[in-house]
């Protein structure tokens, strides 16, 4: 059997090559403590799990969704987009829900990009970006992020021949992997450059109710002039521990909303009533909830620090994400090191590069593993280095 050509550019999914890893590790009779796949262990709220079950014996929502969302879901993103970044967005023509964001993250680029057309996109970076765009036909740019720009994009830097071709500009704040943050004014400055060179600016937003130490994460559509140019992707996954119920949404400029409605409708059939119906009773649900999981991730964060501090690796605990982006020790390079701490103590970490050439020289720790586990992992850690 003969596939298409561009089966052949896709590289392997990264977590699916590091699953395959832990199976084999695991069927070696390894006990694996995976830092891998950022996919939360905790459970999701109990009155979001309520919402669903109530939801799932009306058999009224059992039909295929609307394309666009329940009104009520859509409303419900409007207002937690008022009361959390002040954003007023028009439920009906600026916000779509998503089968997960990754599926309107790897759709985007069907939608903005031609053949031969540029998207920007960070490196590193969450792959997704760079495999939509390939599979739309276009040319993934990489826009390094490096520690000494706080893993920020220069974007003056990029050439102006590139800027010719690209229609696209992606970013991720708080990021995955590096778990840097951005504040107001970068976004300013972001939406000012997109404006200016007639570009969409993608914000993905997976990572801002996962915040430390005071810090709150700004949304992109706060800056002046973003609803002219900018959507911005959110999602229930993290958040509320949802990854396996698949919802999320975009939100933003009504052009490029409206592309992508009119782009899904002819790709999927919505997100399951039911979980639309969940997921209204997480956006307006209790806050309290929220604050616990952020307090087990600045917990698990800070042992993690401490842990590699104590090995010579120091890290500086970050404001967002559930990520420790950590540097490998002297004579290892990303690959060698994930392989030496699975080989050794049977961790799995996610490697830098496989999030992109500038990963190389890190590794990524995801905080998503239970505490006790976590505490074990730390030990085994300590082990390594003396
Ligand atoms: C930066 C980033 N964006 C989007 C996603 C996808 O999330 P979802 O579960 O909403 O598809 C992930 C998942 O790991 C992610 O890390």
Redesign the pocket.
Known sequence: MRTAARIDKLPPYLFAEIDRKVSEARSRGADIISFG???PDLPSPPHVIEALTEAARDPATHRYPSYTGMPDFRSSIAQWYSRRFGVQLDPDSQVQP?V????G?FHLPVAFIDPGDVALVPDP??P?YATGTILAGGVPVAVALTAERSFLPDLDAIPSDVLGRARVLWL?YP???TSACADHDFFQRAVDFCRANDLLLAH?A??TEVTFDGYVAPSVLQADGAMECAVE??????TFN??GW???WVAGALAAIEAIKRLKTNIDSGVFDAIQLAGIAALKGPRDWLDQTVERYRYRRDLLCDALKSMGIVVEPPRGSIYLWVPVPDGHTSESFTAHLLDEVAIVVAPGTGYGPAGEGFVRFSLTVPDDRLEEGVERLRRVVS
């Open positions: 796949v950022g996919d998503l997960g964001s990754k599926e993250i970076a969450y997704v991720n990021n995955n992997p993905d997976a990572y992707f959110h999602s229930l996954s993290k949802m990854t698949r919802i999320g």
